[in-house]
Nanobody, 117 residues
């Protein structure tokens, strides 16, 4: 079964940048699409972006204005989320997820990003 491990979350000042990584273990031909989500304190989890292993990308409204960029390294089985111009409201736990059966049904443990003002 596919397993996901996020890393890269930390405390960063507003205006800074951060690159999150999601290492995928046990990827199969069913693991078609990977996604990034985030959940701020007291709020529901929200979709940020997704990418197929062929490179097709979709962004959600939470990653509007081009501040977030999703990418993948197929050789390393790793998906990334580059975040620029970070704001305090970007503070959240960021999750990586895998779509194996038509929905995001495998999740990582999350990585905490804290943006200070």
């Amino acid at each position: 079964q596919v397993q996901l491990a996020e890393s890269g979350g930390r405390l960063v000042q507003a205006g800074g940048s951060l690159k999150l990584s999601c290492k995928v273990s046990g990827r199969t031909v069913r693991t078609n699409k990977m996604g990034w989500f985030r959940q701020a304190p007291g709020k529901e989890r929200k979709f940020l972006a997704s990418i197929t292993w062929n490179g097709g990308v979709t962004y959600g409204p939470e990653s509007a204005k081009g501040r977030f960029t999703i990418s993948r390294d197929s050789a390393e089985d790793t998906v990334y989320l580059q975040m620029n111009s970070l704001k305090p409201e970007d503070t959240a736990v960021y999750y990586c997820a895998a779509d194996e059966y038509g929905s995001f049904d495998v999740w990582g443990q999350g990585t905490l990003v804290t943006v200070s003002s």
